[in-house]
């Protein structure tokens, strides 16, 4: 005897689905929807405590608030190890998606640190060498309005400005 022949007909025909299968989709496909609709929209937003803290120590085992609490807890839980799962499938299958995923914020936060220290160009090898030649001595020359200038290596001599008389 089939699955189709012990439970109750939905379908007519040779097109019929396992009723056993349709059933736990089903099942499956509300608990998904119930659980994030519980956790995007609460019945009043932070109305429970978070669950092992002390104010949910405190509550009374039969307050829905404390039940509501280890819910999340527990399906935060549930969601996690799907993630961690999905990585390691990851890991094992396919691991340059794993990298593309896991290193984006690394790359995207690396690049916004270049970005914004201004180091996003490198010098080139004769940009280096051509900082790195003496170069020649500046020559002092004194300004209208500025103080004398001490000349080094020379203690006591100070050049100073002197008005050229148009002639």
């Known amino acids: 005897m089939s699955l189709n022949a012990e439970m109750p007909r939905r379908q007519s025909g040779a097109f019929q689905e396992s009723s056993v299968v349709a059933a736990d989709a089903t099942v499956a496909q509300r608990r998904r929807g119930w659980t994030a609709r519980r956790l995007e ?39 996690h190890q799907l993630r961690q799962a999905e990585e390691e ?38 940009e280096l060498d051509a900082a790195a030649r003496p170069k020649p001595p500046h020559q002092l020359q004194a300004t209208p309005g500025w ?16 008005r050229r008389e148009a002639a």
Do not use: C
């Not at 092992?52 to 399906?75: H, M, N, S, V």
């Not at 794993?98 to 490198?122: K, Q």
């Not at 004398?148 to 100070?158: D, N, R, S, T």
């Open 41 to 79: 929209s609460p019945p009043v937003p932070d109305s429970w405590p978070k669950y092992g803290t002390q104010e949910w120590y405190d509550l009374d085992t039969r307050d829905p608030r404390k039940r509501l609490a280890l819910f999340e807890a527990a399906e935060s839980w549930r969601l």
């Open 89 to 126: 499938h990851l890991i094992d299958n396919d691991p340059d998606e794993w990298s593309r995923r896991n290193m984006a914020d690394a790359r995207a936060w690396a690049a916004s640190t270049v970005r914004r220290l201004n180091i996003a160009r490198t010098r080139t090898r004769a």
């Open 147 to 162: 103080p004398a200038i001490a000349i080094p290596g020379q203690p006591g001599k100070h050049l100073t400005y002197k």
